[in-house]
């Protein structure tokens, strides 16, 4: 069992910045793959960035050179640094993890999901 605990979420003006963090926590053996999506109303989920437990990372088009995902191992944290941020960038943003369970059985997991909301 995994619980996925975000915060950092809020409301700020556009071209503010916000820090958004995820910490896994549980009975896992090892945390894999993390990644932060996002849902606008109206739209589908949609994948923002994305980081291997190697530190490997992805984005989407829309958030490259503004976004930056980053994790700490050690606390099976995730974090998304957003700078210079726009009206089209809120949504709830749901952190992902996969893992690798106590039982070696892979799996995955949603967290609950924080709003961000940018005003222009």
């Known amino acids: 069992q995994v619980q996925l605990v975000e915060s950092g979420g809020g409301s700020v003006q556009a071209g503010g910045s916000l820090r958004l963090s995820c910490a896994a926590s549980?009975?896992?053996?090892?945390?894999?793959?993390m990644a932060w999506y996002r849902q606008a109303p109206g739209k589908q989920r949609e994948l923002v960035a994305s980081i291997t437990s190697r530190g490997n990372t992805n984005y989407a088009d829309s958030v490259k050179g503004r976004f930056t995902i980053s994790r700490d191992n050690a606390k099976n944290t995730v974090y998304l640094q957003m700078i210079s941020l726009k009206a089209e960038d809120t949504a709830i943003y749901y952190c992902?993890?996969?893992?690798?369970?106590?039982?070696?059985?892979?799996?995955?997991?949603w967290g609950q999901g924080t709003q961000v909301t940018v005003s222009s």
């Open positions: 549980g009975t896992f053996f090892r945390i894999n793959d």
């Open positions: 992902h993890a996969a893992y690798l369970g106590s039982d070696w059985r892979p799996g995955d997991y």
